[in-house]
């Protein structure tokens, strides 16, 4: 087993090095209100995965999980893989830049656009607009996602902006979407444009009747008109030969045919 000495023909075997795939997800930012009803929606958490990455025996690698956002979502961070909390809505105003970006809020009846914040480069996209028009419906933009945009408001009585979608990952042996953006909320004409979808990935809907949060452990932006984005998540997935046993935090361990899969929920480490 990795991490051990063995002995070969009295010889001391060297534990050698070895490479995990992993995916880091940050915590997903807060949706909020805006100028009557239309507020912007969270932004996703940022989203990181990538194969090769070598770890070394005996060394001991941190896990921090970032928190859903009540502003920005929490960074997660492996090792030296940092994916940045998504951009939390702030009301009647632009949309605040993170992993993903958040969705703009309306200001007043003197302000028309507001714009959504921009995402981190390789990790997310920006947040939607939002927009006033002439007749007196305010529509927010939503939460920017790992694999989209945030909807922009329309126009001509609404809608106001869905979220932008997450990413899919199959890392765990399913595929899975996350960093999914927060739905935007709006006043228009009926209750079809008052209310929007969070994207695929957690994303919460929005809406000034019913809204949502940013689902757990998803890294999704929380829904206008007002919550919390999710909780990010950490997964690496090796070798069944080589994963040790060593861990903190109690992350959730899974086997997938010949490799482990170490979820972790919260913040923890991996010893190699």
Do not use: H
Request: contains cysteine; proline residues 2%.
């Amino acid at each position: 087993m990795a991490g051990s000495l063995q002995l070969l023909c009295g010889v001391q075997a060297i534990p050698k090095d070895y490479d995990v795939e992993y995916l880091v997800v940050a915590g997903g930012g807060v949706g909020a209100g805006g100028y009557n009803g239309g507020g912007g929606g969270g932004g996703a958490g940022g989203f990181r995965t990538g194969t090769g990455y070598t770890l070394e025996p005996y060394t001991t690698y941190t896990i921090t999980v970032g928190a859903g956002g009540s502003g920005n979502g929490g960074n997660s961070v492996f090792d030296t893989i940092t994916s940045i909390g998504g951009g939390g809505a702030i009301v009647s105003s632009d949309g605040a830049s993170g992993g993903s970006g958040a969705g703009a809020g309306c200001a007043n009846d003197t302000s028309y656009i507001n714009y959504g914040g921009s995402g981190t480069s390789g990790q997310g996209n920006a947040g939607g607009s939002a927009i006033w028009d002439t007749i007196y419906y305010w529509n927010g933009g939503g939460g920017g996602g790992a694999g989209a945009a945030g909807g922009n408001a329309s126009n001509n009585s609404g809608p106001a902006g869905n979220g932008g979608n997450g990413l899919a990952s199959s890392i765990t042996g399913t595929s899975t979407y996350y960093a999914g953006g927060g739905g935007g909320s709006g006043t228009g004409p009926n209750a079809t444009y008052a209310s929007t979808t969070g994207g695929l990935g957690g994303g919460g809907g929005g809406g000034i009747f019913s809204s949502s949060p940013g689902a757990t452990n998803t890294g999704g932006g929380g829904g206008a008109y007002t919550n919390n984005g999710g909780s990010g998540v950490v997964i690496l997935r090796m070798l069944t030969a080589n994963y040790s046993g060593n861990t903190t935090g109690s992350p959730t361990v899974t086997t997938d045919g010949s490799y482990t899969v170490v979820k972790f929920t919260s913040s923890g480490t991996y010893t190699a």
